[in-house]
């Protein structure tokens, strides 16, 4: 795969192009540090956007629901898709409430989604979908039995026509604004995860993981 992802009309982002990016290391990055997509995607009767946790195995974006799930079963012959992954860095405050801004990173991924069907592959990425968001715990938990991966869609895009664009630093006022004494600067945020709760329902001599007690996602605040 190139270095470079690849440019099209719909990736081509011309609207504060300063802010784009086409490296794929970047895209990446922030897909690897994601933990929701939203999804879209034409059903035939109107346009769906679904969240939807995945994972990024190699050049794809790996995503998986119910069979059951009637939108899901749209992808039976392949669909087009819009998947899109933002990672809200803060929120940023202006002199005036038009300059008014976040930072951010983002990743739209245009593609079809195909449908896994090698229970060897859906295997592969039933452990990618754990690892991604919980690292440590695929081994740490009972894996997925058969009934289990027949009942589950698995669909793969892969990372080729995408694009990404970033936000980061202060306000950008205008001239006529600087002075006027407001407050201004930027509210860092991030994912902080608090103390694991035990199940009730699990043995009480029962040890925190490490990976649990110790979890973390990208820098924090």
Not at 41 to 53: C, K, L, S
Not at 57 to 67: K, R
Request: charged fraction near 25%; hydrophobic fraction near 40%.
């Amino acid at each position: 795969m190139s270095k470079e992802l690849e440019q099209t009309n719909r990736t081509t982002i011309s609207r504060h192009s300063e802010r784009a990016s086409y490296d794929r290391g970047t895209a990446y990055a922030i897909l690897d540090e994601g933990m929701v997509a939203h999804v879209g995607f034409d059903a035939g009767d109107g346009v769906i956007v679904i969240p939807m946790t995945y994972a990024r195995l190699g050049d794809e974006v790996v995503l998986h629901g119910a069979v059951a799930s009637r939108w899901l079963s749209c992808f039976a012959t392949g669909r087009h898709v819009s998947v899109c992954v933002t990672l809200l860095d803060g929120l940023v405050l202006a002199q005036s409430a038009f300059s008014h801004s976040m930072n951010y990173r983002s990743v739209v991924v245009f593609g079809e989604a195909t449908l896994v069907t090698d229970n060897e592959k859906k295997g592969v990425a039933f452990k990618a979908f754990v690892e991604h968001l919980i690292p440590g715990r695929w081994e740490d938990s009972r894996q997925p039995d058969d009934k289990e991966i027949e009942a589950t869609t698995v669909l793969s895009v892969l990372i080729s026509e995408a694009s990404v664009k970033i936000r980061s630093g202060p306000p950008a006022d205008a001239a006529k604004d600087l002075g006027l004494g407001y407050w201004t600067g930027v509210i860092p945020l991030g994912v902080t995860a608090g103390a694991p709760i035990p199940d009730p329902l699990m043995e009480e001599d029962r040890i925190i993981p490490e990976y649990a007690a110790s979890y973390s996602r990208g820098e924090g605040v």
